[in-house]
């Protein structure tokens, strides 16, 4: 693509560029100064709760062993 035409593949990688920030900026949700469990509420998952439960097993088994 830069051998057929250089300025045709800057303003391809430009666009691109672009986009990527348009979605990022305002698409993507903050997740600055958010703990793991609300990431959860922010993204619609269960993983932290279900790592919570986890580590509450760990912490039993190394208790009673």
Same mark, same amino acid.
């Given at each position: #693509? @830069? /051998?057929? +035409?250089?300025? &045709? =593949?800057? @303003?391809?990688?430009?666009?691109?560029?672009?986009?990527? !920030? *348009?979605?990022? =900026?305002?698409? *993507?949700?903050? &997740? %600055?100064?958010? +703990?793991?469990?609300? #990431?959860?509420?922010?993204? $619609?998952? +269960? %993983?932290? !709760?279900? /790592? &919570? @439960? *986890?580590? $509450?097993?760990?912490?039993?088994?190394? *208790?009673?062993?």
């Amino acid at each position: #693509m @830069i /051998d057929a +035409s250089p300025p &045709t =593949t800057f @303003i391809v990688f430009s666009v691109a560029c672009l986009l990527a !920030y *348009l979605w990022a =900026t305002f698409l *993507l949700p903050e &997740t %600055a100064n958010v +703990s793991l469990e609300e #990431m959860d509420a922010v993204f $619609h998952s +269960s %993983a932290g !709760y279900d /790592d &919570t @439960i *986890l580590k $509450h097993q760990v912490r039993l088994q190394v *208790l009673i062993s």
